[in-house]
Each structure stands twice: as C-alpha cells, then as structure tokens.
C-alpha cells in the first residue's frame, strides 16, 4: 500500500466530473498533475490539484468511478497496487485499475507558441455562447479580433446562409481569426484567460483554479 487515507476534495471531484465529459479514460500518475486528451487529441486538459498521489493508476470508466465515490459521503481512499478501496464509515469497494497501455492518454505537454493576443472570457459570457449554440444549433465558434474589436462568432461553417451569433468580448490588441468546434469547448464553469498563439491550438486558463485547456484551431 502506498497512500493512506486520502479524501477527494469538493474541487477535485468538480474537475474529474469535467475531465469525464473530455475522455471517459483517465491515468493518474504520480504527484499532483492530472490530464486528459479526447480520443480525437483535439483537447486537451490539465490541472493541479490538491491531492499528492505516490501510485500511477488508470481508470477506464471515470463515470463508473465517480458513480462510487458519490456512494459514500465523505469516501476515504487507500491505494494498493492493483486497486484502489474505497471506504465509508461501515462499507467499503474495491475498484481494480486498468492497464495504461488501454487509455488514451497525452504523451507530452503542450508548448504553445509566440502569443499573438491574450483576453478574458467570463463565464456568463460563457453560458450565453452555449445557450445560443444549442438554440441556434451552431456548431463552430470563431474568435475575430480586427479594427472595431474582438468578438466571438458562433455560425455554421457549412452552411452559408445559416444563422449566427456574435457577441463583443473587447478592444482588439491584434489582428487574427481563429475557429474551433463548440463540441470542444468543454471547461469547467469560471472565468478564462484565452491565449492565441501562432501555433494550432488556443489555451483556456481557469482564473481560479489551476486548470488549462488546450483547443485545436480548425484548418
């Protein structure tokens, strides 16, 4: 056995709970930083977090997972070498891991390149974008930043006489235009700090959490 007795906090559980909507895979290695790629390696997340963990463990269903934690109230976790238990006062579940080698998993950090702009998107700005999508049914969103401003844009690209949604984000301090699935825009609630690079991502910084998305641009 290795860890002793550590709890999940409110936090973390928000950010596996997240991570699960990315990929339903997730391995855990040693230390405190978690990641995940969509199978597709179009998005991907990382996040510090307050648990230390001495053992590398992968889940295959992180639903399933969470599913059990949310069977105690205050669920306690011992880690062994194959399997985690999981206790509550006067029960217990023995979760077995998976093999590393059946996720679907980053292999390697994300570098991004020379920063063209860097803004903030706020979260109720956030949820109106999403309720728009679905209402509108609009499943691209494009960032223009030009003379009159930065703005978001969320339209069909295939289909040129479809409807669109603009809303104004803030003064331009760059001239650029980026797109990217809505499907992919899957962050945890809050406040985000979007950089634009040079290269073919765009990165989503949580200002209250220490969590980073990375989103591919379309070509």
């Known amino acids: ?62 639903n399933k997972f969470l599913g059990v934690l949310s069977l105690f109230s205050d669920p306690v976790l011992e880690f062994y070498e194959k399997y985690v238990e999981i206790q509550g006062p006067d029960s217990k579940v023995k979760f077995f891991y998976s093999e590393p080698k059946l996720l679907t998993v980053p292999t390697k950090s994300v570098k991004m390149p020379e920063t063209v702009s860097v803004f903030t998107v706020y979260q109720d700005t956030f949820t109106q974008m999403m309720k728009a999508s679905s209402v509108l049914q609009l499943p691209q969103i494009t960032f223009i930043s030009a003379e009159n401003g930065l703005s978001a ?67």
């Open 1 to 62: 056995m290795t860890n002793t007795g550590i709890t999940i906090s409110k936090t973390t559980l928000g950010i596996l709970k997240n991570f699960s909507s990315i990929n339903s895979n997730l391995l855990v290695r040693p230390g405190n930083r978690i990641s995940t790629i969509t199978p597709g390696k179009n998005m991907m997340a990382e996040a510090i977090v307050e648990e230390t963990f001495d053992v590398e463990f992968g889940i295959w269903d992180l």
């Open 153 to 219: 844009k969320l339209h069909d690209e295939e289909d040129a006489t479809s409807n669109n949604y603009t809303v104004n984000l803030a003064d331009a301090d760059a001239e650029f235009e980026v797109t990217f699935d809505m499907e992919h825009l899957r962050l945890l609630p809050g406040d985000y700090e979007v950089t634009v690079s040079q290269g073919p991502v765009v990165q989503f910084k949580n200002l209250s959490v220490d969590l980073t998305y990375w989103i591919a641009v379309k070509s």
